[in-house]
């Protein structure tokens, strides 16, 4: 184009636009670099995450029986193997797919307060699991140990289901969906209410307790399915990211730009269904990490999602392996549910980190 | 670009909800090198009408790119004919003002290279905001990012470039700034329609105007026979005196609302008379 008031094609021109171009250039950079030092935080993060427990287990031994079971003593194998390693894992896990999801649905709501819960989410797992643990009653097929996770994702997902067809129904805008979402919430909890009401004493503890938030209950098929739905969930993500970008200027830019933005926002949806009902149905309500975790991401790299999925996934992850390390710190000798623990921590912790920006751009 | 490009529409028709919104529209066969400035009340339709031919409402009727009716084109296919600046500025996004006008080269997929950052760069030099490439969008004034806008708008150098809008939140040097870049577009064979509230502006500008009144064109024509006292009157319901110029193009100047009479109120001329 020649209508710069330099003349453009000048040499100096060229090269004030290659100065620019290697600046942009180090900026990216730069971000790739903070992922890989956050890579580093989440391994650090799940090695404390071992490290801690109970059970005295020198470090040097666990380092060691991760490579080499066979050099543990019987009790010790069974603490690394069974209880401390897949609580690990989880939590990495449960981090991960919360942070992505809140990302994710950040994005497509055009909202920086979004977050699986805002949407109903977890009420509706919530529900799900009373009507089991009250009632006994479930979804046809499961049984036993499986009864109430099962049903908490069956629940989970209907909601988020329930929420596809409204925005199908209504066109998939960013405010109809939030207020969808929080009519589907409010409305889990009336019935949620309702459960705890004509509960018996034994189940309601049970009820309260699931609804904390526990890792505890980790074991190795819950690990591995989650495993599953972050592994297939993640490539989708990244293949959207360079449109979920786009979606930051706003829908009729991203549309303008030939992207179709209803089927990326049903997409993306569908994502985070089964992101945060895989997460909620094993571990229960883990407030603040899906908001957190994009937030000090989006801070750390900004809204390129190239960029902030990659961050949200390990700031997650991250945030809930040192929330497993605290919840067996904090008071000796008993473990803190850690829904208790992300609550506690990572208020103040966030607050902290938004009003220190605030000054920052002051 | 193809060499014979031409815009014309068809009886557009676009409603929401039942609700008609436009009715009727046609405009007659654009020629490349035009610029065209869209003006009229609020509410008139004017922004429905770029997004229509963008492709952002549904509309039946007929709207023909180089004889090619682009109503069916997939958003894809009309992302890569049409680019648009939406009236509405960039939502409030750390994204750079050079990532923002990367995603608009994007599109929906494919890949960036040095060759598309750096004709990015060009462009949003030649727009005078290279000094601020590498700042974030929500870090700008609102004049600035509508300069961005315009740059993502124009960067995929699609031949029918719409703007809704783009001077409404800048200083009369961007202002000029902007229209000497449409001017510059449509020098380089393209097609500009422009949304402006400013109608001696658009009568500097454009060389020809449509005046959207009442959810269909009022009037078609080279600045002179549009913009007159009578339309003024009609459309925006002001008493107003239309004058020429040295250059020949027309300006404005409003008086009051419709059937006022100068000589009743003390104006500002009046009283220094007196």
């Not at chain 1, 184009?1 to 600046?23: F, K, T, Y």
């Amino acid at each position: 184009m020649d209508v710069s008031p330099q003349a453009a094609g000048s040499p100096e021109h060229q090269s004030v636009l290659q100065e620019r171009w290697i600046a942009h250039r180090r900026i990216v950079r730069k971000r790739w670099f903070v992922v890989f030092g956050l890579a580093a935080l989440a391994i650090v993060a799940a090695l404390l995450d071992l490290f801690t427990g109970p059970a005295a287990l020198p470090v040097n031994k666990v380092l060691h029986g991760l490579f080499d079971p066979d050099t543990l003593s019987r009790p010790m194998k069974v603490v690394l193997w069974q209880v401390r390693l897949p609580v690990a894992l989880m939590a990495l896990l449960v981090g991960a797919a919360l942070a992505l999801a809140g990302a994710e649905m950040q994005t497509i709501l055009s909202n920086p307060l979004a977050e699986p819960f805002t949407l109903g989410v977890s009420t509706s797992a919530a529900l799900g699991a009373a009507l089991a643990i009250v009632l006994d009653w479930g979804v046809p097929g499961t049984g036993g140990a499986w009864l109430v996770p099962a049903n908490a994702f069956v629940f989970a997902l209907g909601s988020l289901l329930l929420l596809q067809v409204f925005a199908h129904w209504r066109g998939a805008q960013a405010q109809t969906l939030v207020l969808f979402g929080i009519a589907i919430g409010f409305t889990s909890g009336a019935c949620l209410s309702l459960l705890q009401f004509i509960a018996s004493e034994d189940a309601l503890q049970q009820l309260v307790f699931w609804n904390m938030g526990s890792l505890a209950r980790a074991d190795w098929s819950s690990v591995g399915m989650l495993a599953a739905v972050v592994g297939v969930t993640l490539p989708f993500s990244w293949r959207a990211a360079a449109q979920m970008t786009s979606l930051r200027l706003g829908d009729e830019r991203a549309r303008s730009f030939g992207i179709d933005v209803s089927s990326l926002r049903r997409w993306a949806l569908v994502r985070i269904s089964l992101l945060a009902a895989t997460g909620v149905a094993f571990v229960g309500t883990i407030g603040f990490v899906g908001l957190v975790g994009p937030h000090v991401a989006r801070m750390l790299v900004g809204d390129g999602h190239r960029h902030l999925l990659p961050a949200s996934v390990l700031i997650g992850a991250s945030l809930m392996a040192l929330a497993s390390v605290v919840s067996k710190l904090l008071v000796p000798g008993v473990l803190l549910p850690v829904g208790i623990v992300t609550a506690l921590i990572g208020l103040p912790v966030f607050l902290g980190l938004m009003l220190r920006r605030r000054s920052m751009q002051a | 670009m193809t060499p014979l490009l031409t815009f014309e529409v068809h009886d557009l028709d676009v409603s929401y909800r039942n609700r008609c919104v436009l009715s009727g529209i046609s405009l007659p066969r654009v020629q490349a090198g035009e610029i065209i400035a869209l003006v009229g009340p609020n509410a008139a339709g004017k922004s429905t009408f770029l997004k229509a031919i963008a492709g952002l409402v549904h509309a039946t009727g007929r709207i023909e790119l180089s004889g090619q009716d682009c109503l069916g084109w997939s958003v894809r296919e009309r992302a890569r004919h049409i680019g648009f600046m939406p009236q509405a500025l960039p939502e409030d996004t750390s994204l750079t003002v050079l990532e923002g006008t990367l995603a608009a080269l994007l599109g929906p997929g494919g890949r960036i290279t040095r060759a598309d950052e750096l004709r990015a760069l060009e462009m949003i030099e030649s727009l005078g905001i290279g000094e601020l490439a590498l700042q974030p969008l929500m870090q700008l004034s609102g004049g600035q990012r509508q300069l961005a806008a315009l740059a993502q708008a124009v960067v995929r150098g699609s031949p029918l470039v719409l703007l809704d809008e783009p001077v409404s939140a800048l200083d009369l040097a961007h202002q000029w700034e902007v229209m000497n870049v449409a001017r510059g577009l449509a020098a380089e064979g393209r097609i500009v329609m422009v949304v402006l509230h400013d109608l001696t502006l658009a009568a500097q500008w454009a060389d020809r105007i449509a005046i959207l009144h009442q959810r269909s064109i009022h009037s078609f024509g080279i600045p002179d026979e549009v913009i007159t006292e009578r339309a003024l009157q009609d459309v925006w319901g002001v008493a107003a005196r239309v004058r020429t110029c040295e250059q020949g193009r027309p300006y404005v100047l409003v008086d009051g609302p419709a059937g006022f009479a100068p000589h009743t109120f003390t104006s500002f001329e009046k009283t220094e008379r007196l």
